[in-house]
């Protein structure tokens, strides 16, 4: 079992930036990769961006272009997306989640511990 907490959303401006960070705890965050998903109301849940176990490999969604760093500290147990020239359409709850391998880091479905996530609103 691996209990997820996300922190870090709330209200910027567009072209603002926010640091979300999603802390583990229970058995070992770093055997795990991990994603960041967003999901807006009467939307699927979207990948946004997963890194590998060791941090070695990263993944990022198209839209992100650029604009978003996923990143790691396995000897604190927390990961991190770094967001940046956030836009309205960035709006939604970033949820974090954690996966077995990097061959279905893109689907939802297969991961295994969810975080209840954090809410990101960004005023034009």
């Known amino acids: 079992q691996v209990q997820l907490v996300e922190s870090g959303g709330g209200l910027v401006q567009a072209g603002g930036s926010l640091r979300l960070s999603c802390a583990a705890s229970?058995?070992?965050?770093?055997?795990?990769?991990m994603g960041w998903f967003r999901q807006v109301p009467g939307k699927a849940r979207e990948f946004v961006a997963g890194?590998?176990?060791?941090?070695?490999?990263?993944d990022y969604a198209r839209f992100v272009k650029d604009r978003f760093t996923i990143y790691r500290d396995n000897d604190k147990n927390t990961g991190y997306l770094q967001m940046t020239s956030l836009s309205p359409e960035d709006t939604a709850v970033y949820y974090c989640g954690v996966i077995e391998g990097l061959l279905r880091l893109r689907l939802g479905t297969s991961y295994l511990y969810w975080g209840q996530g954090t809410q990101v609103t960004v005023s034009s």
């Open positions: 229970g058995r070992t965050f770093s055997r795990y990769a």
């Open positions: 890194i590998s176990f060791n941090g070695a490999t990263t």
